[in-house]
C-alpha cells in the first residue's frame, strides 16, 4: 500500500491530504486565525506504547501525552 501526504500553504490556508494508492482518504484544513492541536503536526517522542489497543502516547512538549491510535 502506498500512503502519501501531500502539503499546500499559503499565507491565508494550510491544506494537507492524505492518501492511500492514490485515493483520498483524510483531509485537513487549517487557517492561521483558528487555533487548535488537532491535525496539527508536532515533533514528539513516543513515551509509552499500548499493544493491547494499538495506540501510543506521545510526549509532544505539553503537561499531558498525546494519544495516537492506529
Same mark, same amino acid.
Given at each position: 500500500?502506498?500512503?502519501?501526504? %501531500?502539503?499546500?500553504? @499559503?499565507?491565508?490556508?494550510?491544506?494537507?491530504?492524505? @492518501?492511500?494508492?492514490? =485515493? #483520498?482518504?483524510? #483531509?485537513?484544513?487549517?487557517?492561521?486565525? %483558528?487555533?487548535?492541536?488537532?491535525?496539527? #503536526?508536532?515533533?514528539? =517522542?513516543?513515551? =509509552?506504547?499500548?499493544? $493491547?489497543?494499538?495506540?501510543?502516547?506521545?510526549?509532544? $512538549?505539553?503537561?499531558?501525552?498525546?494519544? %495516537?491510535?492506529?
Amino acid at each position: 500500500m502506498k500512503k502519501e501526504i %501531500l502539503i499546500n500553504s @499559503t499565507s491565508k490556508e494550510v491544506r494537507i491530504a492524505i @492518501t492511500e494508492d492514490g =485515493k #483520498l482518504v483524510e #483531509l485537513f484544513f487549517e487557517s492561521p486565525d %483558528l487555533s487548535r492541536n488537532v491535525g496539527d #503536526l508536532y515533533w514528539g =517522542k513516543v513515551a =509509552k506504547v499500548m499493544h $493491547g489497543i494499538r495506540a501510543a502516547f506521545i510526549n509532544i $512538549g505539553f503537561p499531558q501525552d498525546a494519544f %495516537l491510535h492506529r
